[in-house]
């Protein structure tokens, strides 16, 4: 009978019966940081940052350096009525383009426009009211680099989002390991009491009655450990979604790999809940994926109420003979040796211009009325998760107390259960009481995980710890 007792009072008290095993602890911070390295969608969120930057470069492309190099001759019955060969650099530069470049050309019959011989000629060409604020390529190039920082926010998402879905499925994993281990603590102390019982039955000490109930009480437990272990094996292949090794190849988990499930003893201090507003607001890449999408509708604002002017061009070029551009430069440009225009286009009803300028105005209208929107949701995505973390923590702190005072009870009904003025029934249904808050709390552990992390991934902070 002493046996008995002090059995199911290590049963109250025991919780590491296999940790003497050969197992390897795969740790959460280890997990999540090959999860950041080598999971196919943290490569993705990088690539699609990489991307902005090639985005860059094409719109850097449009301020390149231009040679223009062309050639055509013409002859025809043994005349030689043309030879234009023509090289020219054009510099764009922040407004307008920078032209300068060398002619040769011979022929009896050249257009009088063209000047025969070796000539060269530099100068520039730039936009008096249209394009003069800001053209289509400075828009292009100011809009890639703002899509570069949207970019950066949307593979932030993309790593938030994965994330919380790495940490969950950890807590998970460490939920289902540690109460797989309980249950199988408990079937073990349980057949060692039906085998004492029976012995004690042989003996004359106890009845028939008291091996039924032992009995029964270890298959209650062994189905529960069946449960266990395929809600085990189901948190270990949604684990194997994550494992991938460097050279994007899956991995599994080997058997003797377990989770560490002190993490789900850890109290995860938070920020009070105006610092997590506050720090969401300046951090949370899904708001900052807006704002930056407002800038660059700012610009493309900009951009089409220039359609509203007149398209204004002037140009200037310094002639020289032979091939020396700059001779002169210094010589007042309109003295002599010169060629210069200008060209004015103004459509007379703005038609397109004034349609283009108010689909701006009303796409940016749009986003900012979303943006508000979201901030919204956001923010108050925030507080109910603030709110559940809470309240979990709350009824975790119950449970445990409720605990102690099963763990109680049990003590005492073993206690009366030796004297003689209990039974094995009552000790059981103690016992069943017992286990139920342990399996209690462990689901309170994994939800009060979740909670955590899901409240730093409504505020996009999750990618930060």
């Known amino acids: 009978m002493k046996r008995i007792v002090l059995i199911s009072f290590f049963l109250i008290n025991a919780e590491k019966i296999f940790a003497q095993q ?7 911070h280890e997990f999540i940081l090959k999860v950041k390295k080598q999971h196919p969608l943290a490569k993705v969120a990088a ?3 990489e991307k902005a930057e090639a985005n860059i470069q094409i719109a850097e492309g449009s301020f390149d350096p231009v040679l223009d190099i062309e050639a055509n001759t013409k002859t025809f019955g043994s005349k030689n009525y043309y030879r234009y060969k023509n090289g020219e650099i054009k510099i764009p530069l922040p407004i307008g383009d920078f032209k ?3 002619e040769n050309n011979a022929g009896q019959f050249l257009s009088s426009e063209i000047t025969k011989g070796k000539s060269s ?3 520039f060409e730039f936009p008096l009211a249209k394009g003069l604020i800001i053209d289509k390529r400075r828009a292009a190039l100011r809009q890639a680099k703002i899509a570069l920082n949207e970019n ?6 993309m790593m938030n989002d994965l994330l919380l879905d790495a940490y969950t499925s950890y807590n998970e994993w460490a939920g289902a390991y540690k109460l797989y281990n309980i249950f199988s603590e408990y079937v073990i102390v349980s057949a060692a009491r039906l085998r004492l019982v029976k012995i004690s039955f042989t003996s004359g000490d106890r009845a028939a009655m008291d091996t039924t109930e032992a009995f029964i009480q270890t298959q209650n437990f062994m189905l529960l450990q069946n449960e266990a272990f395929m809600a085990l ?3 270990k292949f949604q684990m194997n979604n994550f494992l991938w090794d460097e050279n994007e190849n899956t991995q599994q ?9 002190l993490v789900l003893n850890e109290n995860i201090q938070q920020s009070s809940l105006q610092n997590l507003l506050t720090e969401s607001n300046a951090a949370n890449p899904f708001l900052l994926q807006y704002r930056y999408k407002i800038k660059g509708l700012e610009i493309e604002k900009k951009l089409k109420f220039q359609n509203l002017l007149p398209e204004i061009n002037a140009k200037a070029n310094l002639l020289n003979r032979n091939f020396n551009p700059l001779k002169n430069a210094g010589l007042p440009l309109l003295e ?3 060629r210069w225009g200008i060209a004015i286009k103004i459509p007379l009803l703005f038609r397109q211009g004034r349609g283009e300028y108010k689909m701006a105005k009303l796409k940016l209208q749009e986003n900012n009325l979303l943006f508000k929107q979201k901030t919204v949701e956001t923010e108050n995505k925030i507080k109910d998760y603030y709110n559940r973390v809470a309240i979990l923590q709350t009824q975790l702190a119950t449970s445990n107390n409720a605990l102690l005072n099963y763990a109680a009870l049990l003590k005492n009904e073993l206690l009366r259960f030796n004297n003689g003025e209990s039974s094995l029934f009552l000790v059981n249904s103690r016992e069943n009481k017992v286990l139920e808050m342990k399996q209690k709390i462990i689901e309170l552990q994994v939800k009060l995980s979740k909670a955590t992390y899901t409240l730093n991934w409504a505020g996009g902070l999750l990618n930060k710890q």
């Open 22 to 28: 050969a197992f390897t602890i795969l740790p959460l």
């Open 233 to 235: 094996n189901t948190a």
């Open 253 to 261: 988990l080997e058997e003797n790999i377990v989770p560490d499930t």
């Open 152 to 157: 950066k926010q949307q593979r932030n998402m």
């Open 47 to 49: 690539i699609t940052e």
């Open 100 to 102: 300068t470049g060398i």
């Open 336 to 338: 002599n040796n010169n």
């Open 121 to 123: 000629y530099s100068g």
